[in-house]
Structure formats: C-alpha cells, structure tokens
C-alpha cells in the first residue's frame, strides 16, 4: 500500500517515468563512450541515470583514466551523446504515465517534474504528449542545479517551486540516484522499475516501495 496521508504534491522524474528514453539513452551512452575508446556498459548507464552529463563524463574519467575529464572531452563527449540520443528517433511516452498525471490531478495532488537531462529535443516534447501538465513554474531541470542527483538540491528544488514541504512530497523515480536524491530531500519515493535494474538496486538505493511499472502505480492511485 502506498502511505500517501498527508501528501500535496508528486515530482515526477522524467526519463524512464514520463518517458520510455531510457533504452536510447543506454544505447547513446555505450556508443559515445565507444568512440571515446571507453567500455561503458548499457546496465552502468541505467545505474548512474540521473546524474548530469558532465558528471557522468567526469564519473567515467575517474575510474577509468584516473583523472577528471577536460572542459573540452566534456562538451565533445556530451555533444555527441545528444546527437547519438536525437539519432535513435523520437522517443515515446511511457505506457500509462499521462493516466498517472491525471489520476494525480485528479486527486487534487500538485504536479511537478524534476530531472537530470538538459536534452532540449526531449523537455520539448513534454508539452506535446502530457499537455497543460508542465511548465517553468512547476519544472527543474539540469539548468537549474548546482548539484545534480543523488544531491538533493534537484528535489529541493522542486518542492520550492510546488510550495510543499518535504513530508508532503511523493517522489516517483526509475533511478537509484534520483530515489536516493528523494529520500535525501525528505520525501516519500516511489520507485517504478521501468528499465533493466533489478528491484533490489531500488530498494537498496532507499525507496519506500518498488512498482513494476507506471500501470501498477496508476491501479494503486484509484
Ligand atoms: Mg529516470
């Protein structure tokens, strides 16, 4: 059973929540790092989905070459990553996330979205599949933090703009890092595992339940 007494608002994540991306962005992570000369596999990207770009890169620099990258492999690496995301075709909604965001609505609940990505093709669309749902007031993305998931700032962030206090927040998320910014931001997180992980990256990652999917999160709304 979901503990939802109390809430006021959802902050949803977008990539593998609202949108079905996450096998293209698995599979423009793995390409780029390739052209890089770096083995990056498509189960890492979902375990670091969540984090910026440039922290990703740096993250990768790290363990594999021992230094951070460059300003430069940076920007080249991230250039190249959302034009290889943008080649994979236009990416689809997630099965029965419009029906989440009604249902929430509906419930009198605010609606908020809170992400990582700084894909400009992506948050465009947002407008097209989930309309009258988001807009600057109610959106944090990577433009806005200083600190990108698992900090809480992305989180935080988010509830300012709802007006909610952290005890009157549900979180849904499909990332370990953005369940652990949720919990680090005081909210109460739903994990929907929409991808590659298993449950128990989830659950040890500190959600408070673990759905198998956005329909299974729908039916426990009604
Ligand atoms: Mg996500």
């Known amino acids: 059973m979901l ?3 109390q809430r006021k608002g959802f902050l949803f994540d ?4 609202l949108f079905d991306s996450m096998p293209y962005h698995a599979k423009a992570w ?3 790092f390739a052209d890089f000369g770096i083995a990056f596999s498509e189960y890492q990207v979902y375990l670091q989905e969540g984090s910026t770009g440039a922290k990703t890169v740096n993250d990768v620099f790290l363990a594999q070459k021992h230094r951070l990258a460059t300003d430069e492999e940076v920007q080249a690496i991230y ?6 995301f943008k080649a994979c075709g236009q990416t689809v909604p997630m099965p029965y996330a419009l029906q989440v965001l009604e249902r929430v609505r509906e419930h009198g609940w605010k609606v908020g979205l809170v992400t990582g990505s700084g894909q400009r093709s992506l948050l465009g669309t947002l407008e097209h ?3 009258g749902f ?3 007031d109610n959106m944090v ?3 806005d933090v200083t600190h990108g998931k698992p900090d809480p700032e992305p989180y935080l962030k988010g509830m300012r703009k709802l007006g909610l206090q952290p005890g009157e927040t549900v979180v849904v998320e499909n990332a370990p890092l953005g369940v652990r910014a949720g919990k680090a931001a005081g909210a109460y ?5 929409t991808g590659i992980l298993t449950e128990n990256d989830l659950a040890v990652a500190g959600a408070d339940v673990v759905l198998g999917s956005m329909s299974e999160l729908w039916r426990q709304l009604a």
């Open 134 to 136: 988001f807009a600057a």
């Open 141 to 143: 993305t990577a433009f």
């Open 14 to 17: 977008m990539d593998g929540v």
């Open 79 to 84: 250039e190249r990553k959302c034009e290889r």
């Open 189 to 193: 997180v739903i994990a929907v595992n």
């Open 30 to 32: 793995h390409d780029t």
């Open 129 to 131: 599949y989930y309309p």
């Open 3 to 5: 503990e939802l007494t």
